[in-house]
């Protein structure tokens, strides 16, 4: 595949290094500058692409997925903090008739901790007592707080419990990314946690989402992908 990338940063160039060795052209990479150019100049330098991946910021999600829409090429949206403006995202994607796959984290671990996190809080629905909570800790540099992996775990634990669930939030170092969710009562605690060694595996996730959205058309989440995944091996 030939791949255009968005975002010079420690994430990008993780990125880039991964499609090289996975047999992928990397085309052209896109910075701060070409988004202060506007949408045309980035609309001319993305045709040709086989698809897209987007570690950036959030202010530069709209004019990158309406640009890659505009010149046919999918989008696979790894920044985070944009969600608030999904519906905008979703209207320019459809409208140009574009493949957007998106997600809050592109690790394969983190999407089955999901489930996981699903399961455990079914088995502790049925007992009084145990209350959730959500830790998470990133590096200095990330910029949203709680991380969108972490409001997506409490998604899931509010929709099931109908209760609020407390996240806290620890921006230090250089911490690749560790989310915990526990269930505490009076008597014991348990804690699930997942624990992200590097920023190797959110590339290759990426990647993996650049080869599955090919040929679609739609916005997807990276969810589907893995729901689609776990179909296909009769999961």
């Known amino acids: 595949m030939r791949l255009a990338l968005f975002g010079r940063g420690g994430m990008g160039r993780v990125v880039a290094e991964h499609a090289r060795q996975a047999g992928h052209e990397v085309g052209a990479v896109f910075g701060s500058a070409?988004?202060?150019?506007?949408?045309?100049?980035?609309?001319?330098?993305?045709?040709?692409?086989?698809?897209?991946?987007?570690?950036?910021t959030a202010d530069a999600v709209l004019l990158h997925a309406t640009a890659c829409a505009a010149a046919g090429v999918p989008l696979v949206e790894g920044t985070t903090g944009w969600l608030d403006r999904e519906a905008s995202v979703r209207n320019a994607v459809e409208a140009a008739g574009g493949a957007l796959v998106h997600g809050p984290n592109f690790s394969i671990g983190v999407n089955l901790f999901y489930r996981l996190v699903t399961h455990?809080?079914?088995?502790?629905?049925?007992f009084a007592g145990y209350d959730a909570f959500i830790e998470e800790a990133h590096h200095a540099a990330k910029r949203d707080a709680p991380s969108g992996t972490a409001l997506r775990l409490r998604d899931i634990l509010t929709?099931?419990?109908?209760?609020?669930?407390s996240v806290a939030s620890t921006r230090a170092g250089h911490i690749p990314g560790t989310h915990r969710v526990g269930f505490d009562s009076p008597n014991d605690q348990i804690v699930l946690e997942h624990t992200a060694r590097s920023r190797d595996g959110f590339a290759a996730g990426a990647l993996m989402a650049a080869e599955w959205i090919a040929g679609r058309r739609g916005v997807f989440t990276f969810d589907d992908m893995v729901n689609d995944m776990l179909a296909s091996t009769g999961r």
């Open 159 to 165: 929709r099931a419990s109908g209760r609020t669930v």
């Open 34 to 56: 070409d988004a202060d150019r506007g949408g045309e100049p980035l609309v001319s330098k993305l045709r040709g692409h086989d698809a897209a991946i987007d570690f950036s």
């Open 120 to 126: 455990a809080e079914q088995l502790f629905r049925g």
